[in-house]
């Protein structure tokens, strides 16, 4: 299919009532499944969680795998779009925003779980030049900043939340693609709400990802409208499976020559050397334009996108499950995100330090 796309987002628009979800999932073990995962995040926060600057102040191994486990379950069947697998993954983050303080729309609210919704309709067309309209929707929630004067700038950090679905009655439960970049984002979101930064940090699980980027082009387009000033954007898209560098480390691939001026590449380095990840700027070109960041990159937003750099045996298959993945590994990035993110939050203008 091509694709064509026909803006019709709505800032909070909610996508299906709370109680039509619940009433859907009560004949299966779906719902237990989400009710232990959201009753286990809050009781890790009550027992588990160090206090704002201790030293364990830092990604959980722990944490992350319970989020990819959870979004790349076969319950959530593939989080196709439009699928009651996507909503069901989309009220886990919503949920797990709500339950860290992530607040929607950038207004403090003790409002519906559907607020951290943004939706969005676009059409496709199929081969017999038939059109189809479809509808998504993106999870946006953020934590002001503390600075009166940084706190109107925005440092977006965003994973798309929508995989492949069902393909020939199997499903593609996208650990790697990306329940890996999601949770990031996630243990990313517990760090900063507990401790907020001078700039406001908006976290988006992006949806439409694998229908040509359409929840970043949204988001992107909506930016203007909702009076964001955007300083910089933060991608992470597959890094559950990565490449081996040097001594041994992850490498994971950072766009810089087209998109990211040296002095931020050389920040997002160096937090990569301190714990133990390769960071590589050689990003292939077929690559450049295949993940959120480039809708940002369009628009003249710097952007730093973590990810593979490229393809991988998994790579929208079967197998892209959660136990091929490595949680220590994880965490190492997850480390690497957090402290890019930040840094530019606190310190970091369009280039250069202040």
Known sequence: MTLSLSRSWRLGEPVCGLFDFMKSLASSNTLALVLYAFISVTATQAVAQPQPGSDNDAPSAENLMRHVYVLADDSMRGRGTQSDGYDMAARYVAETFRQHGVIPELVRSDSNIER??????????????????????????????????????????????????????????????????????????RLISRSPPSRTVVFVAFGAEEWGLLGSIEFVESIADNKLNVVAHVNIDDVGHLRTGPIGRPLVAVLHERSLCLELYNLVRAHGDRHGVAITDQYRDDVFTRSDHYSFYQAGIPVVDFGSGGEHEWLHTPQDDPEEMDGAQLQKVATVVYETVRTFSEEIDRCGSR
Do not use: C, K, W
């Open 116 to 189: 951290y919704f943004h939706q969005f309709g676009f059409e496709v067309e199929a081969s017999d030049g038939r059109r189809f309209p479809m509808e998504s929707y993106n999870v946006v929630g953020s934590v002001p900043g503390t600075n009166p004067e940084l706190s109107s700038e925005q440092v977006v950090v965003g994973a798309h939340l929508d995989h492949m679905g069902i393909v020939d009655g199997e499903i593609l439960n996208g650990a790697s693609d990306n329940a890996s970049g999601v949770a990031v984002m996630l243990e990313v979101a």
